[in-house]
């Protein structure tokens, strides 16, 4: 197929955008006509039991509280979401809609299913048959009330009426098209706004008619993927006229690199389609992510008519057989628990998004256009993998063994374009978000769920160049087999996870007969181990080697990826047998401190979190680090306890209604552990174990009588078999599995497919999951492993001296220290300092030898105290009141611990020296981070005092750093060499911040972060 296009014109954007020129333009002069005949009110349809699975679905569900999820209209994993926009910004508006909303602006072809980031929100049009007078703003002028009575939505279709408008709206899908009905209450001028410029910051685009009822054009965004590309074709049944915007031409120049025509206007890329007066509407818009080529053949292939109820009954039955992948019938909770179950799968099922053309085209991670060959299926894009490695993927391994054969193919294919595996992959970009290497546990666990079809290899390869990357901490991972705080922020999240995803390389290098490599993952995959306290049971945070002082496992800080220490203490899904070990030491002790997490008091403290919600004592069903946690009485034999937590937030934190998530969906991995735990199986540990006759599914609190799981057929796998699940027998208990007492069963066994049958109980059984062998189980060889000794001491110390302690998880462990050079002596009693020393320790167990571990003491050769003017932020205390005077400056990472941070108010502390000194200099360290909102002070003020009340400024010093530099910059404000010795006893530095954040950064208009450390006071 050959396009031909005319010659795009090159339209730059100037910085200072005025809107007044189209503004003012007769086409959006119009006002608001209150004679207009009342909208006509759509009716909701009862949902029956007896009716179809995508009537059952509700989009509703997760568009309130903090769902962040669409209602519109999507196919099965489709590249098109399109959907009503009701928010510009905001955390609640990451989805661009939110169920509280009066006020659509639009409807737009791409959206995020439920994440805490904004982003996409691509080609909205917004149908307008009259425009608000007199607003600012251009999503004013064309925005329209609604009322929450007249939506509806099911799979794959949306409608609403547009009060303002006068029209009725309807949304479905093709897989890579958007298809829109308008039909307005009476015959009307109808114009339709295409506004390029909704939501992400635009960088350049391009709009041009290719017929008299065809648009085509591009939009490249920057905001979480830093280079987006969306092209698009629209085509109408009727045809358009463009409104005039020549008056807004600035000025007309030729680029002379290629002859181009230039040209500058000062405008808002809004543009509007007239149609004269017309009943109805409809508009087809394909999109690709590759060129406007790839969007008009999209277009063509999938949306060839003008038939809207034929488009929207094929998406129907699309959803029908999507949804027939899982069937369910009965349970308690009725009709509603139904609804509850298919909205769920159907959420699990819209994400990845197909990202490739009908033509097998796709943008790599490479940002550059790649082909596929038909044997290569389709690529995809959106892998939020910290979240959907846990239950999306698992679930989908299971269901959709071809697509995650696809899935798979897509990661290895951004590793061989961009050069490494996803890890929070969107529109071909790498953002930099989240944690771990979760492609890796992705892969291994599409094998062990007995799917084939990608390089093995390579896989590998990818795999291990992953792990072996050396930056976000990797490399402090590996050296001391933990992550200490003061070099990586996050390092207990992180230490725990790539001890995970190394367990899971160590299986697929197993399984593939490279034993070199499987052992020294396996290994590896045991650091976890490292930062385990024994005194107090909890994963906590090490700085330099030493446990972190005043620890609180409700506390929330930057030493967890959104959690805190209850929330972590529990990952560890590939060694739970040495979690039990050491955490209690027996199954019943191990029970109890899981038990004390669910029964704690819900309140979390430290740093405000917005993620972290859904809880039932500490446990953050909101979040998914708490995800398997309730699963893990199992491992300690009460299979009944897990049945019965599990059966508490199945039907207490998912409701039917717009708030019925108790968190983000995360990309189905919320919707994806509800289904999965709903039909009473759930994969703790997915990736770690590569045989299909070990991987293990642990058994929990089953919800329907009857379920049928029918995995789509694929070549890639030899088992698609049709499992039939059923409950008999009254209760909530599970009491047998196929008359067997063991309470979970292997992947192979599911994959088998035929009966499987839950007797129920009304009591907790006294047989079922309690011997060893009927409990699920994970391990890791530990034979050649000893974790590292901790310190338990200071930093910095006052006085003539200070204690040092060492200990270590295994009693039976001896462990040997040197002091500042020295030999090594074996550790029998607190070491006693009376100078700066630096320390080094291992521990052996046998034979074995566990790495080396470091610790530093700094003697404090003064007696200072220090006052603030204005408190510190709770979030970010450092060491406390000391920390401007305790001899340890900060890195340039804001979140390890060693900063002082000060929002609100400016920095201002007083320095009580004792006595009268000679002071020749001071300086003071302050760090830019502007991505979070940190900046230097715009200026730092240094006074002196013999009283304490009457000060004299010293000194007043700038700097020249640009505040619109993203690098992250630690400067020290030095005072005036040139001003003469002062002697003092009282010294007080303020920091004067720059006002609000500019209006360029995503913060504009908020205050200012003032990030502060270690003041030298140089003397005479």
């Known amino acids: 197929m050959s396009i031909s296009f005319p010659k795009l014109v090159s339209v730059r954007i100037l910085t200072g955008i005025s809107l007044s020129l189209l503004l003012s333009t007769s086409l959006f002069a119009q006002t608001i006509n209150e004679g207009r005949n009342p909208a006509k009110r759509v009716q909701v349809r009862k949902v029956v039991e007896k009716s179809p699975s995508y009537l059952k679905v509700n989009p509703m569900i997760g568009t309130g509280g903090h769902g962040h999820t669409y209602p519109g209209a999507t196919s099965p994993f489709g590249m098109v979401q399109l959907s009503p926009d009701t928010r510009l910004e905001g955390w609640d508006g990451c989805g661009g809609y939110h169920n509280s909303d009066s006020i659509i602006y639009g409807f737009s072809h791409t959206h995020l299913q439920g994440t805490g980031v904004s982003d996409y929100g691509d080609i909205l ?35 609403v009426f547009l009060e303002d408008q006068n029209l009725r709206a309807e949304l479905t899908s093709t897989p890579r098209t958007g298809i829109h009905k308008y039909t307005l209450t009476e015959p009307d001028t109808l114009t339709l706004i295409i506004d390029l410029e909704h939501r992400d910051k635009l960088i350049n685009y391009s709009i041009y008619p290719l017929d008299d ?13 830093v280079k987006q590309y969306v092209y698009f074709a629209i085509r109408f049944n009727k045809e358009f006229k463009w409104s005039d915007q020549l008056s807004e031409l600035k000025t007309i ?11 500058e206007m000062e405008f808002v890329p809004v543009f509007a389609a007239d149609f004269g007066v017309v009943s109805d509407l409809t508009v087809r818009v394909g999109l690709s992510f590759c060129d406007v080529e790839g969007a008009v053949r999209n277009l063509e292939e999938e949306a060839s008519h003008n ?5 929207k009954r094929e998406n129907e039955l699309r959803w029908k057989e999507q949804l027939g992948r899982v069937q369910v019938n009965g349970g308690d909770g009725g009709i509603d628990q139904q609804e509850i179950f298919y909205t769920a799968l159907y959420h699990s099922c819209t994400v990845p998004n197909l990202a490739s053309d009908v033509d097998g085209r796709y943008r790599g991670t490479d940002l550059q256009i790649h082909d596929l060959r038909p044997i290569d299926g389709d690529h995809y894009t959106v892998f939020s993998l910290w979240d959907t490695f846990r239950s999306l993927h698992p679930l989908l391994a299971w269901i959709e063994p071809g697509r995650t054969r696809d899935f798979v193919k897509s990661m290895l294919r951004m590793y061989d374009d961009g050069g490494q595996l996803p890890v929070w992959e969107l529109a071909s970009n790498y953002t930099g978000c989240m944690i771990g290497y979760h492609s890796v546990p992705v892969i291994a666990d599409a094998k062990a769920w007995g799917i084939r079809g990608w390089d093995e290899e390579l896989a590998l390869e990818a795999m291990v160049q992953a792990a072996d990357s050396m930056h976000l901490g990797l490399d402090s991972y590996v050296k001391y087999g933990y992550i200490p705080s003061e070099m990586e922020s996050e390092g207990v999240s992180k230490t725990l996870e790539y001890s995970y995803d190394d367990a899971c390389i160590a299986a697929y290098a197993g399984s593939l007969g490279e034993e070199e490599i499987s052992e020294r993952f396996r290994k590896r995959s045991l650091s976890w181990r490292n930062i385990l306290n024994p005194e107090s049971n909890f994963i906590q945070p090490k700085r330099d080697g030493a446990w972190v002082p005043d620890f609180d496992p409700t506390e929330v800080n930057f030493n967890y990826t959104e959690a805190n220490g209850w929330q972590y203490t529990f990952f560890a899904p590939h060694d739970i047998s040495g979690l039990i070990k050491y955490v209690g030491g027996t199954g019943e002790r191990f029970s109890e401190m899981v038990e004390r997490q669910f029964s704690a008091s819900s309140k979390t403290s430290g740093r405000e979190q917005v993620d972290i919600t859904g809880l039932i004592g500490q446990y953050a069903h909101g979040n998914e680090p ?36 108790c968190g983000n969906e995360d990309c189905g991995q919320m919707s994806a552990w509800y289904v999965l735990s709903s039909i009473g199986l759930y994969p703790v540990a997915p990736g770690s174990e590569m045989s299909g006759n070990k991987a293990q599914l642990v058994v929990g609190s089953p919800q329907f009588d009857n379920v049928i799981v029918s995995p789509a057929n694929s070549d890639y796998r030899s088992w698609n078999r049709p499992l039939y699940i059923s409950t008999v027998g009254d209760g909530d208990y599970v009491k047998t599995v196929n008359s067997g007492a063991r309470s979970w069963l292997t992947y192979d066994e ?3 497919g035929g009966p499987l049958v839950f007797e129920m109980s009304d009591l907790g059984s006294t047989s079922f ?11 890791v060889n530990d034979f050649d492993f000893v974790p590292v000794p901790s310190f338990i001491a200071e930093r910095s110390f006052q006085g003539k001296q200070s204690e040092v302690r060492l200990h270590h998880l295994d009693p039976e462990a001896s462990i040997y220290y040197k002091i500042n050079n020295g030999g090594w002596h074996k550790y029998k009693t607190p070491i006693k300092i009376k100078s700066s020393s630096e320390f080094l320790a291992y521990a052996k167990l046998g034979k074995v030898r566990s790495k080396e571990v470091h610790h530093s003491m700094v003697k404090i050769e003064h007696d200072w105290t220090v006052e603030y003017t204005f408190p510190y932020s709770h979030q970010y205390a450092a060491a406390g009141p000391n920390t401007l005077v305790d001899g340890l400056k900060g890195s340039n990472e804001y979140r390890t611990g060693d900063w002082q941070g000060f929002y609100d108010s400016p920095f201002e502390a ?3 020296l004792g006595k009268s000194k000679s002071i020749s200099g001071m300086s003071i360290g302050c760090i830019q981070d502007i991505r979070p909102w940190i900046w230097l002070p715009e200026s730092v003020e240094f006074f002196t005092s013999n009283d304490g009340i009457n000060f004299t400024l010293l000194s007043k010093v700038t700097h020249n750093v640009p505040e619109d530099n993203y690098e992250k910059i630690v400067h020290r404000f030095i005072s005036d060499s040139s001003a003469p010795t002062t002697k003092a006893r009282y010294i007080r530095v303020k920091a004067n911040p720059a006002g609000p954040i500019p209006s360029w950064h995503l913060g504009a208009g908020f205050d200012r972060w003032t990030f502060v450390d270690e003041w030298d006071i140089t003397f005479e």
């Open 626 to 661: 708490s995800h398997h946690v309730a699963y893990l009485f199992s491992y300690a034999g009460k299979s009944w306890r897990t049945g019965e937590i599990v059966d508490e937030i199945l039907n207490e934190l998912y409701t039917t209604e717009p708030d019925g998530l």
């Open 213 to 225: 009822s065809t648009i085509v054009g591009h939009r490249l965004s920057e905001n979480w993927a």
């Open 769 to 779: 999951g309690i011997l060893d062998a009927d409990r699920p189980s994970s391990s």
């Open 910 to 912: 007083t320095i009580d």
């Open 750 to 752: 599911i994959l088998r």
């Open 253 to 263: 120049s030729i680029n002379e690199t290629d002859g181009s025509l230039v040209q």
């Open 307 to 311: 038939d809207f109820k034929k488009y």
């Open 125 to 159: 049009l917004m149908p307008c048959t009259q425009f608000a007078a007199g607003a600012t703003s251009w999503q004013d002028r064309y925005k329209s009330t609604f009322q929450k009575s007249t939506e509806y939505a099911h799979a794959g279709y949306y409608s």
